[in-house]
């Protein structure tokens, strides 16, 4: 079955630092790749999605590249904030309106002042 | 920002009872999911709708869970007999982008 893998558990960083959280995905075919982003008390919100194969997302500085090749989705952000602190989770789905969503484990950022 | 709605926010059940949760989807999207969010941020999904109609279901859901989304109406879940293990947040999200409701937060006690 289709699964999304997250290594780091939790990422503890300072503010400015670089962000990178590690994703990598195992389907069959070839999925649309989210980054979902959760904060405390709310249901996860999109960050960003890339539907076509070696293309980039984009969005309010964090970025991630869908890898064919090496089947990784990660994420990345120059500098982070403390208003990021949250969960992120990288998600696949296939390519239709009506297709469920595999989640990742999560990665819980902590962004220090 | 998301206009899932869901209700209500929390909900507390003894074991054995009924638990039901509703969702009003963005006004347009024709699809509906709920999924539950266990304690470990483990996501699983339950079931989705087009237009009404069961797209998929997983086992569990079948059996102790009911679910409808009936036109002009808040979608709903119910669980049938509440069981400690179904103490999670129960989320509603309604496609294109699929944007997720806050969730009800369901705790069996």
């Known amino acids: 079955g289709d699964s999304v893998t997250q290594m780091q558990g939790q990422v503890t960083l300072s503010e400015d630092d670089f962000l990178f959280i590690n994703c990598t995905y195992s389907?069959?075919?070839?999925?649309?790749l989210f980054w979902y982003v959760q904060y405390p008390g709310e249901g996860p919100q999109l960050l960003l999605k890339?539907?076509?194969?070696?293309n980039k997302g984009i969005s309010r500085g964090f970025e991630a590249t869908y890898d064919k090749g090496t089947t990784s989705f990660h994420l990345q952000k120059a500098s982070v904030q403390e208003s990021d602190s949250a969960v992120y989770y990288c998600?696949?789905?296939?390519?239709?309106?009506?297709?469920?969503?595999?989640f990742g484990g999560g990665t819980r950022l902590t962004v220090r002042p | 920002n998301s206009k899932v709605i869901q209700t209500p926010r929390y909900l507390v059940k003894g074991q054995g009872q009924k638990a039901k949760m509703r969702c009003i989807p963005e006004?347009?999207?024709?699809?509906v999911f709920w999924y539950q969010q266990n304690k470990n941020n483990e996501f699983k999904f339950l079931i989705n709708?087009?237009?009404?109609?069961?797209?998929?279901q997983i086992d569990m859901t079948e059996k102790r869970f009911s679910a409808e989304c009936p036109s002009n109406s808040p979608c709903s879940l119910e669980i049938q007999s509440s069981e400690a293990g179904d103490s999670a947040l129960y989320l509603c999200?309604?496609?294109?982008?699929?944007?997720f409701g806050k969730g009800t937060r369901l705790t069996v006690v």
């Open positions: 389907t069959t075919w070839y999925p649309t």
């Open positions: 006004k347009g999207h024709p699809v």
């Open positions: 998600v696949l789905a296939d390519n239709n309106a009506g297709a469920k969503l595999t």
């Open positions: 890339v539907t076509t194969a070696n």
């Open positions: 999200a309604s496609s294109s982008e699929v944007f």
């Open positions: 709708f087009q237009n009404q109609e069961v797209l998929q």
